[in-house]
């Protein structure tokens, strides 16, 4: 197990260094880091004196070993336009993107999963269609509109739920909801599908010749092995629920990091768009690491690949 680990975590961070000089060419080359923090009506002088001012006339290697190492140290820089540390704005954006993001792949887990599973004890029954039903409607409903439907539904009318904000866990349920249900249809499709394949395995029918039916075979038998890709897809999901969450974030009007990319991107802010790149980029490293090393202890045979 600690040689597998090894492994996946040297792959991670050749990954994390792939990611991080992505993240970097990305926005230095598609934009003029001098011109964006002296404006777009700036005299060239202005500009060029910023561009020194930055050592932006630095050449591109200088200054991405630069910020890498500034990176590894935890100094993000300074943000061209709020004027303050890049690390105090994404600390405190955070937590509200966490929490949303929490929340919302635990709905996806306690939605998708019972009913990926009744759907595979039940094929082709009305379990089964109903739960394709739920799954292909969560897909086709984009999340903006199913965030103002329960907005109406269950803040206007009902005074259930707060409408906005990010205060209180009340705030969390209608956003947590409508964020964990686009990833429902990935989840309960994979959980079908594996446990249907677990289903006809060897080691089933062995179990339902010693006497195991209905729940008993399901979770001491068949979820083990189905789960497996299910973990690998909540950890995407999960990473994609922490860097895209903009919309969900927009909708309610949470101050999470969505927003912040957002007021980033319209201010011209290089430094901040680009630490929020590479965040979001190695939360997606991480969470794959994590979800390899649990696979591997769920399966010993994967350690060996």
Same mark, same amino acid.
């Given at each position: 197990? =600690?040689?597998? #680990?090894?492994?996946? @975590?040297? *792959? +991670? ?7 991080? !000089?992505? %993240? ?66 994404? =600390?405190?954006? #955070?937590?509200?993107? @966490?929490? *949303? +993001? ?7 887990? !306690?939605? %998708? ?87 006809? %395995? ?104």
């Amino acid at each position: 197990m =600690l040689r597998f #680990a090894i492994r996946r @975590l040297l *792959l +991670a961070l050749a990954v994390g260094f792939t990611v991080s !000089l992505a %993240a970097f060419l990305a926005l230095q080359l598609a934009t003029d880091p001098a011109q964006a923090i002296a404006g777009e009506d700036a005299e060239p002088a202005v500009v060029e004196q910023i561009r020194i001012e930055y050592g932006l006339d630095r050449p591109l290697v200088t200054q991405y070993v630069d910020w890498i190492g500034n990176v590894v140290q935890g100094n993000f820089g300074e943000s061209f336009y709020w004027h303050q540390s890049v690390a105090d704005l994404i =600390l405190q954006a #955070a937590p509200t993107t @966490l929490k *949303l +993001a929490t929340f919302s792949i635990l709905v996806t887990i !306690l939605v %998708a999963i019972p009913l990926g599973a009744l759907a595979a004890m039940r094929p082709n029954s009305w379990v089964d269609r109903l739960a394709l039903s739920v799954s292909v409607s969560a897909q086709a409903i984009p999340n903006f509109w199913l965030g103002l439907v329960v907005i109406v539904i269950f803040s206007v009318h009902l005074g259930w739920f707060p409408v906005a904000g990010d205060r209180t866990l009340a705030h969390f349920v209608l956003p947590a909801f409508v964020l964990g249900m686009t990833s429902v249809p990935a989840v309960m499709r994979l959980t079908r599908a594996g446990l249907l394949e677990a289903f006809e %395995a060897d080691y089933i029918r062995t179990a339902r010749a010693k006497g195991f039916r209905g729940y008993p075979l399901l979770k001491k038998q068949a979820l083990r092995n189905a789960m497996l890709p299910v973990i690998s897809v909540l950890a995407v999901q999960l990473g994609n629920k922490l860097g895209g969450a903009i919309i969900t974030e927009a909708v309610f009007s949470m101050r999470g990091l969505g927003r912040l990319a957002v007021d980033s991107i319209q201010g011209g802010d290089i430094p901040t768009v680009q630490m929020l790149v590479f965040v979001f980029a190695m939360t997606f490293v991480l969470l794959t690491f994590i979800a390899d090393l649990i696979n591997a202890w769920i399966d010993p045979r994967l350690r060996l690949r």
